[in-house]
């Protein structure tokens, strides 16, 4: 009779315990889905990704997914991020999070295979005048195009917003790209490319590339 009771008391205090850890919220770790009604806590973060190289290790956090397509990004002075997206979309992100508002002033932007709003750069003194650059894929009749624009950013809107530059390298096939620098005494420099079209990036008389 003895080597009843015991197994069986035993058993009852395991099953106890199981169900107060349950009642109490205790994390479930046996991958075992819960009883319908049971409180889940939320799912812990991925632990960040840690890449080595030779020289240093890279430690990748990420910030926000909230983003489509996203193509170049800047700092504003006060910690924000300006990003563009390549449908042609100007987003602020502030404190990790994309602001539901898009800011407006963008021009229309051909989006055929890979075109789109593409490279973002301050100008060297932003802080004191609140220019900006981009550059951005234009449709025309000979196809699409290389742009640099450059505008004024007001914290919500872009305004005077201006083609600086458009690229002589109207062609159909939507794979245009480009990137922005600045020089050291403040001048602007923007370079073209046109993937499928490299024999008219070698040549002088056109901005293909």
């Not at 046996?30 to 009604?37: D, K």
Request: hydrophobic share 40%.
């Amino acid at each position: 009779m003895r080597r009843l009771i015991v197994p069986t008391v035993l058993a009852f205090v395991g099953l106890s315990v199981a169900f107060a850890l349950l009642r109490s919220g205790a994390p479930h770790r046996t991958g075992t889905p819960l009883r319908s009604g049971t409180a889940l806590l939320p799912a812990a973060r991925p632990d960040p990704l840690v890449l080595i190289s030779e020289r240093a290790r890279v430690r990748v956090v990420t910030i926000t997914d909230g983003l489509v397509e996203p193509w170049a990004l800047a700092f504003l002075p006060n910690g924000d991020m300006l990003i563009t997206e390549r449908a042609g979309r100007l987003r602020l992100l502030h404190d990790g999070r994309p602001a539901s508002a898009i800011i407006t002033g963008i021009p229309p932007v051909d989006t055929r295979a890979q075109d789109g709003l593409m490279d973002l750069a301050l100008h060297p003194r932003f802080a004191d005048n609140h220019r900006l650059y981009f550059t951005y894929s234009k449709a025309g009749e000979r196809g699409d195009t290389t742009v640099l624009a450059g505008a004024r950013f007001d914290g919500a809107k872009l305004a005077d917003v201006r083609d600086l530059f458009v690229a002589n390298a109207c062609a159909a096939g939507g794979n245009s790209g480009s990137r922005i620098a600045f020089g050291l005494d403040g001048t602007s420099a923007s370079g073209t490319n046109r993937r499928r079209h490299r024999i008219c990036a070698r040549t002088k008389a056109r901005s293909c590339g």
